[in-house]
């Protein structure tokens, strides 16, 4: 073998392949924790609103089935009382007299709630979006298919806290309970660094521990 050929083998065999080499190339990236499948957390969004949907709509109809207008159930020792209400307005009987208004901002959330699920990675996102998702679209359904009529719907309303007449606190239903969980968890959340796609905001955690 001549002494180039010889020179040749060395050279080559010294090399790292080039696509170890290639920054971009997986080789050259660190491994680190594989987040948790997409699809995963949109069917867990997509379970928790419809759990809400059929537990807010199955409690509406047994109210409507079982408690007259202006004639409230004393539960719990009074600390809970169920009255039949028919909201035109938005959560917690407030915005009344804007009903269609409410039925296209409704409708607005459940598009934006659905677009953001594309890049759903985290538990907690799924959870609270899930919430927020059942309870709009509990809701939303009073309002197309309630009277007096499509867009214009009154929602059932039917908890009152403490009192027969919401006097301590507005009358609400499941929908309204779970609206403002699920927006609490995903204020948390995202006070917490938490992104929906599984990451972590190193800033806004480090702002919050300081």
């Not at 083998?9 to 948790?36: K, L, M």
């Amino acid at each position: 073998m001549s002494g180039s050929g010889m020179m040749d083998q060395v050279s080559t065999e010294q090399q790292p392949p080039a696509a170890a080499q290639a920054p971009g190339h997986p080789a050259a990236v660190a491994p680190g924790p594989a987040p948790a499948p997409k699809r995963k957390r949109v069917r867990m969004l997509v379970a928790v609103a419809v759990l809400v949907v059929l537990a807010d709509l199955a409690s509406k109809l047994a109210v409507v089935a079982n408690v007259e207008p202006g004639q409230p159930k004393r539960i719990l020792g009074g600390a809970v009382y169920l009255v039949l209400v028919r909201n035109p307005g938005a959560a917690f009987s407030l915005a009344t007299g804007m009903t269609w208004l409410l039925t296209v901002v409704a409708a607005v959330v459940v598009i934006i709630i659905i677009r953001m699920s594309r890049r759903l990675r985290s538990a907690g996102w799924a959870w609270g979006l899930g919430l927020v998702l059942g309870g709009a679209l509990g809701n939303l359904i009073d309002r197309m298919f309630r009277a007096p009529g499509v867009l214009q719907g009154h929602v059932v309303d039917f908890v009152s806290v403490f009192s027969d007449h919401g006097q301590y606190w507005p009358v609400f239903n499941v929908a309204d309970s779970c609206i403002v969980t699920g927006g609490i968890l995903l204020v948390l959340l995202a006070f917490l660094g938490r992104e929906p796609d599984g990451t972590r905001s190193t800033r806004k955690s480090e702002s919050a521990r300081g």
